[in-house]
Nanobody
Framework: QVQLAESGGGLVQAGGSLRLSCAAS????????MGWFRQAPGKERAFVAIIDWSGRITHYADSVKGRFTISSDNAKNAVYLQMNSVQPEDTAVYYC?????????????????WGQGTQVTVSS
């Protein structure tokens, strides 16, 4: 059973940058769509960005488009989320997840493997 572990979260000032990493162990995500999601206090978990198995096709939530970039390195079994020009509304716990086989979707219900999350806090 593959396990996912996020890292790179922390406290950052508005306008700053942060790079989140997601590493897979006891398995791989090669051949799967991977996604980043976030959950702010009192809100439901929401889609942020996804990348297909080839690493060439990506999709972003409107709220982060142009500021965040998702990328993957299959050789390292890692997925990244580069966050630029962060704003206080980006404050949340960020989760990486692996989609079900043959799925390319931003819907949470299509993801069956999740990491524990990493906290991102943006101060104004």
């Amino acid at each position: 059973q593959v396990q996912l572990a996020e890292s790179g979260g922390g406290l950052v000032q508005a306008g700053g940058s942060l790079r989140l990493s997601c590493a897979a162990s006891k398995g791989t995500f090669s051949g799967y769509t991977m996604g980043w999601f976030r959950q702010a206090p009192g809100k439901e978990r929401a889609f942020v960005a996804i990348i297909d198995w080839s690493g060439r096709i990506t999709h972003y939530a409107d709220s982060v488009k142009g500021r965040f970039t998702i990328s993957s390195d299959n050789a390292k079994n890692a997925v990244y989320l580069q966050m630029n020009s962060v704003q206080p509304e980006d404050t949340a716990v960020y989760y990486c997840a692996r989609a079900r086989a043959s799925s390319y979707s931003s819907s949470l219900r299509n993801y069956d493997t999740w990491g524990q999350g990493t906290q991102v806090t943006v101060s104004s």
